[in-house]
Structures are given as C-alpha cells and as structure tokens.
C-alpha cells in the first residue's frame, strides 16, 4: 500500500473516531458536554488534528446530522413501499427518533447551518422530506404544505416525547390520530 492510501485510509479512521466519540459523548453527557477541547482529550489527538477535520463543534454535528438524513430518508423510502405508505413512514420517523435521540437532536433541535428548504438543501435533507411528501399520495392538495404540516406534527410529537411531557402509553393512539387527521383532509 502506498504512502497516500496508508494517509487517506488513517485520516478517514480519525474522522470516523472524531464522529463516534462525538456521539457517545453526547449520547452519555448531552450534546452541551461536547467540546473540541474534550473530544481532543479523549480521542487522544491535538486538537489542530481534530479541526484538520472540522472547523468546530457545529461541523462535527452537522457531519452527525447529515449521516442521519440519509438514514432517515432511507427508511422513510423503505416504508413509502408499504401498503399504508402513510403510516409506514410516520412510524419510521417516530421510531428513527426514538432509536436516534442524540442523532434527531443535532438534525432537528440544535442550531445547525444545514440550509431547509431552499435551493442549498443538501440531497439528504431533500431525499427525506421528498419521502414524506410521497407518502402522503399523489391526490392530496398543496402536497409541499402538507408535508410541512406533517413534519411538524411527527416532530413535536417527538420532542414532546422525549421531554415526558406526553405518556409513552399513548404514543401509537396519537400517531393514528395523526393519520386518521391527514386522510381525512385529502
């Protein structure tokens, strides 16, 4: 192996490490906890090395958002193929949350300068919103706005969720609710 591809392949190993530690970082002390000082320290690189990666914190979550955009919006595609297509993503998208907390926090709730809605969006971002607009079907009107609608409610149903203020026993009764509301408008 040649001297650049040993280069290339440990610098990619130290992104993946950067990005990892980021997480469990987040995952066991909240995502304030996460600094450039400390994720130096505790990867065990200078901190120069770690912005050879990233400028600061914001790019690291923004690499840790975009990774769970193209996840969701891959399982919001899987679910589009489903009988209840509608259904199927809305669960996807509350269980993605559920399963992803410090993941959905750096897509959805901290401050990012991923670019929504405009013509910057990155492709992941797109892809997934483009799967909520095709669950909802082709018959429905002003299928962007809806859309949004849509998102916003999965959404606050998930920060509603992971903040307690909703009991857990009424997740699955909310989210039909939900798309008993959506049918009902089409």
């Known amino acids: 192996m040649s001297i650049v ?3 290339a392949r440990e610098r990619a190993a130290r992104y993946e490490l950067i990005l990892n530690t980021a997480l469990e970082l ?3 002390e909240g995502w304030e906890a996460v600094t450039t000082r400390r994720l130096a320290a505790l990867i065990q690189y200078s901190q120069p090395v770690l912005y050879s990666h990233f400028k600061g914190k914001a790019e ?3 690499a840790i958002a975009m990774r769970g955009f193209e996840q969701l919006a891959t399982e919001l595609k899987n679910a589009a193929g ?3 297509a509608l259904h ?4 996807a998208y509350l269980q993605f949350a559920a399963s992803q907390p410090v993941v959905y926090e750096a897509m959805f709730v901290s401050p990012t300068e991923l670019l929504f809605a405009s013509e910057q969006t990155p492709t992941a971002l797109r892809d997934a919103f483009d799967a909520l607009v095709t669950a909802l079907g082709p018959d429905q009107e ?3 706005f ?3 609608v849509l998102w916003s409610a999965l959404h606050g149903m998930v920060v509603l969720s992971q ?4 009991p857990v026993d009424g997740d699955r009764d909310r989210l039909d609710v939900l798309i008993r509301k959506f049918r009902r408008s089409c």
Do not use: G, N, Q, W
Not at 88 to 91: K, Q
Not at 163 to 166: A, H, M, P
């Open 5 to 7: 591809k040993r280069k």
């Open 26 to 28: 987040a995952a066991a």
């Open 60 to 62: 690291i979550m923004a």
């Open 82 to 84: 489903s009988a209840d």
């Open 88 to 91: 199927a993503a809305c669960t």
């Open 142 to 144: 002003d299928l962007v």
């Open 146 to 148: 809806t859309a949004e």
């Open 163 to 166: 903040s307690k203020r909703l």
